[in-house]
């Protein structure tokens, strides 16, 4: 169906208003009303691209067409984060302020890459940056700047990294220098895999990376660490960064940060401390001994998108020292000078244009405020502990991991295998074991199928473990209720 | 003034609707009314951080002090590109369906991570990329994922570039490594500087960026880039890519992409297109030849939110071989295996979190269609060659580069100045050329202080240019005039 489409220029502002109001309706039932949809899509390969056109259309559509082609094509084909099942990964739940303050920044179109193109956006960043900061119980020196993800937070901290070891990387590079020394940056076996992608991308390459072991809770073993860089260093390595986490992505372990600063400070190696999920925690003022040495940290991630109640997408990226990321970033063309003594954050990145999402993160600390999100963070980390509790006293499951934070590692292990196990010599044990795999794959498809709940799993110390993470803000004891008593209920049917 | 926020969970459905609603109205009105704010914000540095609180609320604050806050202390503080007269770099200019569409992205809140963790997104982006492709009149073989802008899809492409060196840098890294030989990337004095930014991130430095000189209209100098190549391989370097411009960000020349090519099949050099903002002239196909030996390039960034009436971000990165892209960057760890054999857009970059960016881009490519599309990029098009005109037939300015798109470079440079610089020695000339920068600085703050434009600078050839970029959806005829009354205007006051 075609439309009155003008010749030129935009749709109209009517237009606007008329399916700007259809889309708060359907998004207000959608929030309203989660349970009309799956939460993981039952669609597979090619289902949604069947339905599309090969080619682009010629003429105009009508905004009634295609809001109507979302509802039937795209939206069957969704996988629904929002949702409070989403117990998969890390969820990522956008909040009614949050969204809101989305709207705005997509209506206004703002781009903050300097101060002058909207000096509100860049000081609304910087002041929102500094109350997280505060929220956090981190002291002043800390410098923010938001990026879209850890994924890009990351990589710009081994940027920095690498040039503070005065080596001329920026000017000269590192290729065809046979005066450099290998680089090496240490990281744990359970840091995330974008710290080693960003390793591949600033040229310090996989084998740059030494992974550290963990002790028994997936923490990274600081002796086995300061072993390591000595090791090294007689090697002929030139050690240069250590990436500590709170709150790993498979178990939400808690790297030991106290301990790892000093080894960093004994070498003046760049401490990096990744946060993404877990150190969001520490806005609930009694769980901020998790974030313990990390005011000795050059740097930190921690991502309101995750754990803040914030739409994809808002990383907020800490500094102590902003002035070497702007040395190490910083390339100013005529057509981009200006000459106001502000702080441009396109000197502090990558990235040039950047979307105002300073707003959104305003409007959640506001409407929440500092002490209702605590209260939310608390009661994720609450529910947590009663998963986890009501997991030890089934003697069908068994906990895999400790649960420092609101995320539950576990398997299901009838008590009639558990039980063998115990007896069982290497032989039967793997035979037994790959059973158990086998049982929990097919436990979390059958609790995925259900489309109530959608969970993930990974592997630890070798073994499939169904993970359940909390931190979305319309999940609540129920929810996690009903995702336990699909488990056990499909435990009970799949292991006869 | 506090509301009743719930002790947990997210607010209700209920204010989201109300709010919602209000912001409908209130964007609307902010789109039929722009003349209701100055262009360029007056704000002054620290005036907007003035008045917020130092330290974040304790307490939950009403969503209507919040949005009454957003008009009377942000609102002063934007620069405004969502207006007809914001006229400066490249403007970015959110149309209605691009709106509407950015808004469901943000109620959904889908992470276009993973294939599974929502088919639709990453097959509309497979999809809407494909349209996108065809409606640049690009063969297939092209394959096309979405980044946040330009300013990463550049430093994609190098590292790829890399990566195809067969020197196993992924693994291996640079430092240290004796045997490798120091790396050329090759693009012109007019190249975007995120290009030699992303040969700082990728570790190849500065020094390993070479500058090919450009020619009177500002496209690379093939000849020269020939001749620099040989030199650096009998200087022992290592060539391996070259970055062409389709529309150069201070004049918008277009380099000699064919015969760039041709230069990079003798020397096996990946050939990277930044055609950010003028690739995407293409769209009317009367303008194809802009992407003339395109199709033998490695790779092209072309940005829809730059002239495709998308809110940022969205930029579209092609490869034509998306395996070489994979091979770069996929890094899987056990959380993230899935078993589909499907396209999983967190392998082809380096960011994991992705935003759902397709949906806009399908709610605009629908709303305008082919044709409505081309027809406003052949108006901006025909603006540009509108004011270049005026430019050429007033004896008081003149044009500082050819206009091959919808960007004019020009200045003031009235009769008496012109007359006198025909025959002044070199001392006298300078002094001119001084007085006329100034002249035109003056100008550009004359006329953005009205507010009803907004103009930035560049310098060409060492000399202070107007730069009037032309591809905002609500930029019209009477807009240009406009901006050209006023420059005239404040000229004959400023030239006294």
Redesign the interface.
């Known amino acids: 169906m075609e439309h009155n489409?003008p010749?030129?220029?935009?749709?109209?502002?009517?237009?606007?208003?008329r399916?700007?109001?259809q889309?708060?309706?359907?998004?207000?039932?959608?929030?309203?009303h989660p349970e009309q949809y799956p939460v993981?899509?039952p669609?597979?390969?090619?289902?949604?691209?069947a339905q599309?056109p090969?080619?682009?259309?010629?003429?105009?559509?009508s905004?009634e067409?295609?809001l109507a082609d979302?509802e039937n094509?795209?939206?069957?084909?969704?996988?629904?984060?929002?949702q409070p099942g989403f117990l998969?990964?890390f969820s990522?739940?956008?909040?009614?302020?949050g969204?809101?303050g989305?709207?705005?920044s997509?209506?206004?179109?703002?781009?903050a890459m300097l101060?002058?193109?909207?000096?509100?956006?860049t000081?609304?960043e910087?002041?929102t940056l500094?109350?997280?900061r505060?929220?956090l119980g981190l002291p002043a020196g800390f410098h923010g700047v938001i990026t879209?993800?850890?994924?890009?937070s990351s990589?710009l901290a081994l940027?920095v990294a690498?040039e503070r070891l005065g080596l001329d990387?920026?000017?000269?590079?590192?290729?065809?220098?046979?005066e450099?020394?290998?680089?090496r940056l240490y990281i744990s076996a359970e840091t995330?895999?974008?710290v080693?992608?960003?390793?591949?991308?600033?040229?310090?390459?996989?084998?740059?990376v030494r992974a550290v072991p963990v002790d028994q809770e997936f923490r990274m073993d600081v002796t086995a660490l300061a072993r390591a860089i000595e090791e090294d260093l007689a090697a002929?390595w030139?050690p240069f960064a250590v990436v500590a986490t709170v709150g790993t992505?498979?178990t939400t372990s808690i790297d030991p940060v106290p301990e790892i600063a000093a080894i960093c400070q004994k070498h003046d190696l760049w401490l990096h401390v990744d946060g993404a999920y877990g150190g969001m925690a520490a806005v609930a003022p009694e769980m901020r001994h998790i974030l313990a040495g990390v005011e000795q940290a050059d740097s930190l991630v921690v991502n309101p998108?995750k754990w803040l109640?914030l739409?994809?997408?808002c990383s907020a990226f800490y500094v102590r020292d902003p002035h070497l990321l702007r040395r190490?970033?910083s390339?100013?063309?005529?057509?981009?000078q200006t000459s106001?003594?502000?702080t441009n954050y396109m000197d502090w990145g990558?990235?040039?244009?950047?979307?105002f999402r300073a707003?959104k993160l305003?409007?959640v600390?506001?409407?929440?405020?500092?002490?209702?999100l605590a209260?939310?963070l608390r009661?994720h980390l609450r529910l947590g502990q009663l998963l986890a509790n009501w997991v030890d006293a089934d003697p069908d499951f068994e906990r895999l991991a400790p649960t420092p934070l609101s995320t539950v590692c576990f398997r299901a292990c009838p008590g009639d295998v558990a039980a063998r196990l115990t007896q069982a010599g290497p032989e039967e044990a793997a035979g037994l074991e790959a059973y158990l795999d086998r049982l929990n794959e097919a436990l979390i498809e059958a609790a995925n199928a259900t489309g109530e709940i959608y969970l993930?799993?990974?592997?630890l110390h070798g073994r499939y473990t169904i993970?359940l993470a909390i931190n979305n803000?319309?999940t609540?004891e129920a929810t996690v209720a009903r995702a336990w008593e699909l488990l056990r209920e499909a435990a009970g049917r799949l292991h006869a």
């Open positions: 489409v010749a030129l220029g935009d749709l109209s502002p009517d237009e606007f208003r399916y700007g109001h889309i708060v309706e359907w998004v207000a039932e959608y929030l309203e993981l899509s669609s597979r390969p090619g289902e949604v691209t599309l090969i080619a682009p259309p010629e003429r105009p559509e905004l067409t295609i979302f094509v795209i939206l069957p084909g969704l996988t629904h984060w929002n998969a990964y990522s739940s956008a909040s009614v302020p969204i809101l989305e709207w705005l997509a209506g206004l179109n703002v781009n101060w002058r193109t909207s000096p509100a956006a000081e609304l910087n002041v500094d109350w997280l505060q929220m879209d993800g850890a994924s890009m990589p940027a690498r990387i920026r000017n000269q590079g590192m290729a065809g220098r046979s450099l020394p290998r680089l995330h895999s974008s080693e992608k960003g390793a591949i991308v600033v040229g310090i390459g996989r084998q740059g002929g030139r992505t498979a998108h109640f739409p994809v997408d190490t970033f390339l100013v063309p005529d057509y981009l106001e003594e502000v990558v990235q040039l244009g950047r979307r707003l305003w409007w600390i506001r409407a929440f405020g500092h002490e209702g209260a939310r009661e993930s799993g990974t592997r993970r803000v319309r609540n």
